[in-house]
């Protein structure tokens, strides 16, 4: 009896009526999991045992599709523009639909059963791609360069956080370099 006067005070302003609908949208969640059930006293919490994972296991993943080709490439690849640029500019202009929605992605993978439309044509990713022998190079992601610490304890990237003083001897070196090299040019002349 309290928790319907409860819910019937929440309904008068807006943001009781909204604590409402969460309260309501809670409820139902909440019994359709069997978390708590409805009794004639109001409602009671039920502990359940039945365990569900919320992710799939790892024996059954399967790894992720391999893409056929990108879209940029297989226009090219069809002959339905001449060069990448072509492509790149009749993608964005938002001419070419992808399965029946406009794609302005150029490097959208496109994949097994994916039909791309351009100039009033048809075409059928995975048998353009069969009947053309293009087999797709799965790009290999950059790895970072790890942080060299020098022997002051600083943190050296390529060049990003060296010293001035290392700069300024990096200078003369390059000059000196410079001076030998002229030095020998003149020698040879003469």
């Known amino acids: 009896m309290h928790q319907k006067a409860l819910f019937a005070n929440l309904t008068m302003t ?50 992720p599709p ?15 523009v001449q060069t990448g640029g072509q492509a790149k500019f009749v993608i964005q202009g938002g001419e070419c639909y992808l399965n029946g929605e ?16 351009f100039d009033e044509k048809s ?28 022997a002051d304890g600083n943190l050296e990237f390529g060049g990003q956080f060296r010293s001035e003083e290392w700069r300024a001897e990096r200078k003369e070196k390059k000059a000196a370099k410079k001076a030998d090299k002229s030095k020998q040019e003149s020698v040879q002349e003469e």
């Open 14 to 63: 807006k943001a009781g009526s909204l604590l409402c609908i969460l309260y309501t949208c809670f409820i139902t969640v909440a019994s359709s999991f069997g978390i708590i059930s409805s009794t004639q006293n109001g409602l009671s919490v039920t502990k359940t045992t039945q365990h569900v994972p919320l992710y799939a296991s790892s024996q059954s993943e399967q790894p």
């Open 66 to 80: 391999t893409p056929l080709c990108e879209l940029q490439t297989f226009l090219k690849l069809t002959g339905a």
């Open 102 to 117: 406009v794609e302005t992605r150029r490097a959208k993978k496109l994949f097994k059963g994916d039909q791309v439309f």
């Open 123 to 150: 075409f059928d990713v995975l048998d353009e791609v069969n009947n053309r022998g293009y087999v797709y190079k799965v790009k290999q992601k950059k790895i970072k360069p790890m942080a060299k610490i020098d």
